[in-house]
């Protein structure tokens, strides 16, 4: 049976609503989000999610250090952003209303599980008296529901154990919410049914109790209204959900298939990087090699080394992973060889705060290796965009025999938002462009005379033996301490990557027209909020730009002239400045930073808010 | 130059590039001994790869006209794995020394002992760091006198041969800089292995640590001080093999005169599944016991790249690359060109 | 709070920080032990130093009243070991895990090893990654299924105390989380010797690895499946102890009968100069063996620290600091205030 | 019997002379070079010196990468580089004639080995014919001695073997130099004799060498003229000479002495740093504990929990090195304990060049961490400012409680001059300002309101048992997700590096005066070099000023205001480039680069050409 979707006549249509579900990690938080997730956008709508991930290790329960979050927004029109406040907050306990409260609207709906705000809970929680009694929630629609007690009854019979049970809490909440804003059970049930298959007395728990709470939800007439939020106009196609890790691996898989090429990954497992390895290792079919290392830098240098016999080198790691990879780094711009490391950033300095996400590594990324060693470096904008530039970032290492960093971060890597599946033939095919005949060869460093770039012969081709290293070396590969061969190795080297520029896409506006009053700049995940916002204004009349970065390294054509074409430029960034940094020093240009370093992404209303400010509104 | 030429010779193997160590370093004999193994052994120069780190000894790929790597200091086996594991076919050796193998870069060494991966790792050990003038290495005796340790070192040295066998090695073996035959032997031995092949080299650094084995390489050394283990055979030493090893009460290896006692004398096994007896071996050293020359132990394991291999190919016989399948992942749905909330525009699919 | 108030209880070793690992994690037995151990030792607190790399394990400095210091990952052992040398009157404590040890750190683990340097190295094995969520870790067991290693994984895992003993280890140890009592005893030895302790301690993750040990921590898993190692005992175990390890004929460990042939059981001699033994009994292991617990090895040696010292000390007898000396150097020469080219105004002193 | 000093009435004088010998590696060449420098500087000369070593393995005797040199300038005024073209070449052998030949001077003095110039010697050299009889040296004074035959000669009868008689010949030139420039040979018989005390026959023949030299120079007549430079007029006080890896090594005994201080040096050998680990392993006696570490990373770490426990925690390396302590760097700057690391920087990247000098390591000290971990770059620009940076870099590290990064350089590190050395009682008392009474503990992250410093409590401290690590936390050291937090400790952090400033010389020219035509801003060892080719163009009339930095994180006060104070302003660097990218980003100035990256420094000469180029004259 399914729910009757769309049989309520007094559904009320939303554009978009923000949903944020808290509670205990052990409560299924996550899986809770994301059926919500998958089932809106199967819907339909377009989604963006963040999930808020407590501190690696799980606290007790019920205390404020373990409360899990994740805010999903759904929309019928595009959406770019998990949105700022909420407009429907579920707490499955006191710690998750103190930690979440304060993101709720006024006048939202706020759904509590009773049952865990007894004694224990509050204390846990440090509220001296419940806040439930004690009039400090008369902003927000309050419901109160006996969530663990009705769950238990849905299971009355069944013979699972009470602990069991308590854990199907989750599904009697997502029934709710699904009641609430009419969306069907069905793809829940066969997420379940899949999932438990093992275990059919679990799936059948679960299913009953979405269903439970689905029901109550109509039944009680719980909610004073109901919403929908229709379908939004993506553009056509084949759709999934997606977040920005297994994206990573996708675009990996498809290199490989595609352009036949050998891909292997050498990793080590650091948050919140690790997803990335532990898709890549169920790619084995595909032609990706996934190899846990010892640590970071054997697992860069497996990645080199698989480069020098002819592959597509990998390595994924976040913010101090990075930090140790800098010397193989080096190694790998002096060799000349095709590399693509993936930097899943995090808050820092040190291990700072793991689970969260920051754009504070585009300095280190740029200038974190001794000696004149530059190299590419790229940051996606999405979770669906960390697909594209994972195959944009193989193109330009491949083209240029050089290593290329990603800058993602931990806000796409969990990230997910509805992706539009490409058929392979849309994935481009990548010509290794390998040198095999001896007849072509003209030294180990015989450069390309457009691209600049080396001849790459993998190990095992025959009559083409050479040797390669860390050295300064000749044309030929001979190593070399001449004087003026240093001075042109290391203007070649650069020259190199600062040709990239002319196979970029010139810089652009996303929104607005030069000699608008103000440009916003972006770079990484802010591009959704920062679009918003300036959408939003400039439909409130203001004369506001934006403008996103993909490529920090070389930074596309044209982008000085634009950056001269406005009277004012900021920079909103998750870092205290690095981007502005780069742009001060390339372009002189006299902009203005706004720089948040709170584990989390900008709102669209504090982006507005600045942006009203400097245009003095 | 082309593939199916006749064999090359041991000449084939050297690089056109001028050798340049020290005068007198053990180095160039260890150097002519691999060419002249490679060209024994019949390897194809474009199907072998020598990886290395930094160090004297790591300059050594240069000097072979093979692929070649000369990487990081103390890398050298990660880089090598990577390489093994993109192009399995290939002959990957690593050259390294005590500094770059045991110091910086004992990590890798530790791992790529337990991993059993294809590479063949010689270590050169000459008991110092010679490219940087001198210091004391993690296999300098304790005491000795460097430019960093004017009043003597305080550092235990590692026993290389030992660390390997703690960390799970399946070929362990020593050789000697200018027992030429002895080390070909090694080598051959360490090349025909399947897996992480460890050959520690005793090299003569005449600069910086001139006759750190003089005992073993004077006149009478390589008969009076050095065990050659050889598979099968009796523990045997001396002139004429006139002392031998025996059980100690304790289980300890200890000397027994060979020729009063011939049943006393245990007989070497490098196949042994437990690497006990070659740990026990591996503790012997100079000058209160022979030093053991030779496989210590050699078993057959799995080996990481043949099981990487294998999986693969399990996995694309579970159901063969599909790309636009992985693409879709789980779930789907379908947007048409009609207009939003045009319910005939979103279809789901499983 | 004064040094010089009645001596710390075990609560006086817990830290006002709520204690953050999942229910049931074999952490907080061990965090129990530890503290009552100090306290029985009469450790002062402002005299204990635990220093910490990254994980589950890495997270207990701060659940200590005693000085702290969360690393980095791996970074442990050699940032103790700056601890010891800058103040080698300090009781300093490392605590980490099997990924922390043996990964990343394995490098600083062997060195840590191989020196001597009075460091109790706690190594919490639960043989996989808790803190980044159930990867495999360089002692799971070959073929586990993680996430990682959905096909289970490939590597040979590291014998922690093999690869200590590898290394040099003066002090070698294994208990276990659960085993209270043996726990005690083990951390009161290692903490009584001079130089290296290295102590593993089995941990379950109930998590990520639930039942790692289960053969051991089960109903009679203590009696079956553990061989308690006692100075000068035989090496029995069992219910009565009716099994003895003697010597095979390759002069492997064996079983023997212990009823039977009480003489053909070895006894344990931890002191012995060779590790020899120590590394034979390592190797045992379930479910052929039963699992050595207690101290394998335990030597007296020079500790790194102590060595400092005495040079120290020595370098300052042979000619007490003298700044003005130094910093002069071998050849001094004046300028005075006179006029350039004035020889007056230059003097040479040797 | 001492050579009789100004006793030969036919000296002319001269203000400076640059002197460069060459030869093999074998050939003794540092050792001369370093016996010519001491001499010169007892006789009350400014002295500057530039060994120039071979790559690090020795090459085949004989060949040109074989060869080793030595370049020596003394003068009788202030001179600050070790002189561009050399007055006169002493060449070994035709390899050493083929490397040098381009850098002496026209009508210098070229005083070569003719015994070396056989057949064999001149095809090592790849010669073809002998460069001593094809007319290609007219534009020199040639002096063809047969060095090796008449020390062999000097040496007949004392039953030396010819291979150690031969190896004496370094000091038969070294006479004939003395005798050239009356200089007294008793500074080196003392140096022999104390060499060899062990070996009294090699003293002697030594000795007996070095006097024959002279002799042989002296009855031959060898040169048209004999010259004398009279002593320099520096400061007076007493001098030594020193190089600027033993300068550190000095200042840190003089920390450890002056201020009780233990100082725990954790370090691993690389070229050029490996010194500082040598020297101070000799200094046991005065509380410098010296360790070499199995990595870098575990010397930086021993460094680091030396600093834990009250000592003052020393690292030195070079460039790869750095790149691998960048993640311990950032704990450090988490945990704010004192620490100075030395980066001997070498030509990059990666292996690169290791015996030959860049300054390529700047923006990897400024950005070379993960997060936003900014901490203080110094850098000397001389050797004996290498002494006192020492001093400057730990008086901000304790203060400040900070990890200060030193950026010395190859030619610093290995080249000498005369060093004014200090009294004890002129070394400043660092006070650590330990913590120690808990009546004083308001938390392990309390703050010092004007240096926003945190306190310094040595583990072992009664009553202060506290916990640090490299997660976020608060104020009383607690780990901390809070946003709010983590947003105040970032700008807290910066803040406190920001505000060193405050502490610190404001900028000052060092030559000219604001509103000149032309500022030339240097940092590091490039101070020599500018400001002598600023003085000299100064005393054309040309209107150039010069500015040097010490300090290149905090940049001093006032920095900005002075830049604007020129029309136009040149950077020179020997990289591509990386202070003229800080102070672009900073000061939005439009500098003018000159990018040497040659292994080598800057000429004098060079810098000249530039200013005068750029002053269109
Ligand atoms: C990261 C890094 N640290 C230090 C060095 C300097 N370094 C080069 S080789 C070497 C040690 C060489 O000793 P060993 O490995 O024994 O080789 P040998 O020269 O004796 O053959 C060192 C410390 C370096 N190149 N890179
Ligand atoms: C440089 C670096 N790499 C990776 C990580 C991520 N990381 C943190 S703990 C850990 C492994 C933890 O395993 P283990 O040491 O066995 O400790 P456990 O959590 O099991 O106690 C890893 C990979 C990190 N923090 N830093
Ligand atoms: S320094 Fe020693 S190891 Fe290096 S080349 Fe010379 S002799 Fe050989
Ligand atoms: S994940 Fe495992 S090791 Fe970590 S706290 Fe939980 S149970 Fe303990
Ligand atoms: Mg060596
Ligand atoms: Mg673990």
Redesign the interface.
């Known amino acids: 049976m399914s729910a009757p979707l769309g049989s309520v006549g007094a559904r009320q249509p939303l554009d978009r609503v923000v949903v944020r579900i808290a509670g205990d990690s052990g409560d299924g938080i996550q899986v809770t989000g994301g059926q919500m997730t998958?089932t809106s956008?199967?819907?339909?709508n377009d989604v963006a999610t963040l999930p808020d991930y407590?501190?690696?290790?799980?606290?007790?329960?019920g205390?404020l250090?373990g409360v899990s979050g994740f805010q999903l927004q759904f929309s019928?029109?595009e959406i770019m952003t998990p949105g700022d406040q909420a407009d429907v907050l579920v707490a499955f306990n006191p710690a998750a209303l103190k930690v979440h409260l304060r993101d709720l609207r006024r006048g939202g709906i706020l759904l509590v599980n009773e049952d865990a705000f007894d004694e224990n809970g509050l204390r846990k929680a440090g509220y001296a008296a419940s806040p439930l009694d004690d009039g400090s929630l008369a902003n927000v629609a309050l419901h109160r529901v006996a969530i663990s007690r009705l769950t238990r009854e849905a299971l009355a019979g069944t013979g699972l154990g009470a602990k069991d049970a308590e854990r199907c809490k989750n599904f009697f909440a997502l029934g709710m919410l699904y009641w609430l804003y009419g969306r069907p059970v069905d793809?829940t049930v066969?997420w379940i049914r899949d999932k438990y298959a093992k275990r059919p007395e679990l799936a059948e728990a679960n299913e009953k109790v979405l269903r439970a709470g689905y029901n109550f939800g109509n039944t009680v007439r719980l909610f004073q209204s109901v919403y929908e939020v229709?379908?939004?106009?993506?553009?056509?196609?084949?759709?999934?959900?997606?977040d920005g890790n297994e994206a990573i691996a996708?675009a990996l898989?498809?290199i490989a298939?595609?352009s036949g090429l050998?891909v292997?990954l050498?990793?080590?497992?650091?948050?919140p990087a690790?997803?990335v390895?532990?898709a890549c290792?169920?790619?084995?079919?595909?032609?990706v090699?996934?190899?846990?290392?010892?640590?970071?830098?054997?697992?860069i240098?497996?990645?080199?080394?698989?480069?020098?016999?002819?592959?597509l080198?990998v390595t994924t790691t976040?913010?101090?992973g990075?930090?140790?990879k800098?010397?193989?780094l080096?190694?790998a711009?002096?060799?000349e060889l095709p590399l693509l490391v993936f930097?899943i950033?995090r808050?820092?300095?040190?291990?700072?705060?793991p689970?969260?996400t920051?754009q504070?590594?585009l300095?280190?990324a740029?200038?974190?290796?001794?000696?004149?060693?530059p190299l590419p470096v790229l940051a996606p904008a999405t979770p669906s965009d960390c697909f594209w530039i994972t195959i944009e970032a193989a193109r330009i290492a491949i083209r240029y025999r050089t290593p290329v960093i990603v800058l993602s971060e931990g806000y796409l890597a969990s990230g997910s938002e509805p992706f539009r599946?490409?058929?392979?033939d849309e994935?481009p095919v990548l010509d290794p462009g390998y040198l095999t005949d001896?007849a072509g060869y003209a030294g180990a460093y015989a450069r390309d005379p457009e691209t600049l770039a080396r001849p790459w012969i993998?190990?095992?081709?025959?009559?083409?033996?050479?040797?390669?290293?860390?050295?300064?070396k000749d044309d030929l590969g001979?190593?070399s301490?001449d004087?003026?061969n240093?001075?042109r190795m290391?203007?070649l080297r650069?020259g190199k990557i600062a040709g990239i520029a002319a196979d970029l896409p010139p810089a652009r506006l996303e929104e607005g027209t030069a000699g608008d009053d103000l440009l916003v700049v972006g770079w990484g995940s802010t591009c959704g909020a920062i679009t918003q916002a300036v959408r939003e204004e400039r439909a409130l009349g203001r004369r506001v730009a934006s403008l996103h970065l993909r490529h920090l390294n070389p930074l596309p054509r044209g982008l000085g002239e634009l950056l001269a074409a406005f009277p004012r430029v900021l920079v909103p960034e998750l870092?205290?400045g690095q981007l502005l940094?780069?742009l001060?020093?390339?372009f002189?240009v006299?902009a203005v930073g706004f720089h948040?370093?709170?584990?989390?992404p900008f709102r669209v209303g504090e982006l507005r808010a600045r942006i009203a400010e400097m245009l003095g509104a | 130059m082309s593939a199916a030429g006749p064999p090359p010779t041991r000449k084939d193997f050297a690089s056109d590039q001028e050798v340049r160590w020290c005068p007198g370093c053990g180095d160039y004999a260890i150097l002519s001994t691999v060419q002249a193994v490679f060209a024994k052994l019949g390897l194809a120069r474009e199907r072998t790869v020598i990886v290395s780190g930094i160090g004297c000894s790591s300059r050594f790929p240069y000097y072979m006209n093979t692929y070649g790597f000369h990487t990081l200091h103390g890398r050298a086996p990660g880089i090598a794995t990577g390489v093994k594991l993109a192009a399995p076919e290939l002959s990957v050796w690593v050259v390294t020394g005590d500094g770059d193998a045991l110091a910086i870069g004992a990590n890798h060494f530790v791992h790529a002992m337990r991993r059993n991966v294809g590479l063949k790792i010689l270590l050169f050990n000459n008991r110092i760091y010679g490219l940087t003038k001198g210091q004391f290495s993690p296999t300098s005796a304790r005491g000795q006198r460097t430019p960093s340790t004017p009043l003597g070192s305080l550092d235990p040295p590692f026993n290389p041969l030992a660390l390997a066998l703690g960390a799970g090695a399946t070929f362990v073996a020593r050789s000697v800089d200018r027992f030429g035959v002895h080390l070909a032997e090694t080598l051959e031995a360490a090349a025909a292995h399947r897996g992480t092949a460890f050959v520690e080299i005793y090299q003569n650094c005449n600069i910086f640590n001139d006759g750190a084995f003089g005992y073993l390489t004077d006149k009478d050394g390589r008969v009076d001080h050095a065990l050659y283990l050889r598979p099968g055979e009796p523990l045997r030493w001396g002139r004429d093999g006139e002392h031998g090893l025996g059980l100690g009460l304790a289980g300890e290896l200890v000397r027994v005169p060979a020729a009063a006692a011939p049943g006393a004398v245990l007989r070497h096994d490098p196949g042994a599944d437990s690497p006990a007896r070659a740990f026990a071996l591996a503790q012997l050293d100079h000058p209160e016991f022979p030093v053991p020359l030779g496989v210590l132990r050699a078993v057959v394991r799995p080996t990481l790249e043949g099981e990487h291999e294998r999986q693969a190919a399990a996995a694309r016989e579970g159901g063969g690359p599909d790309l636009a399948r992985l693409l879709a992942g789980p779930e789907t749905w379908e947007v048409g060109a009609g207009e939003a909330g045009d319910p005939a525009g979103t279809a789901l699919s499983g």
């Open positions: 998958s956008a199967l819907a339909g407590p501190a690696e290790i799980r606290a007790p329960a205390t250090p019928s029109s793809p066969r229709p379908p939004a106009r993506l553009a056509p196609g084949t759709y999934r959900n997606l996708l898989a498809a298939q595609r050998k292997v050498g990793s080590y497992p650091i948050t690790s997803t390895l532990h290792s169920r790619l084995r079919a595909y032609g090699t996934a190899y846990q290392a010892e640590d970071e830098i054997a697992s240098g497996a990645a080199l080394g698989a480069a020098f016999a002819g592959a080198g976040s913010g101090p990075l930090a140790l800098g010397e193989t080096g190694l711009t002096m060799v930097d950033q808050a820092g300095p040190s291990t700072g705060m689970t969260k920051e504070s590594d300095l280190m740029l200038f974190g290796r001794h000696g004149e060693a599946v490409p058929r392979p994935i001896p993998p190990a095992g081709t025959p009559g083409l033996q050479h040797r390669v290293g860390g050295l300064e001979q190593v301490y004087a003026g240093h001075q290391v203007a650069a870092n205290t940094w780069l001060s020093a390339r002189h006299d948040k370093v709170q584990g989390a």
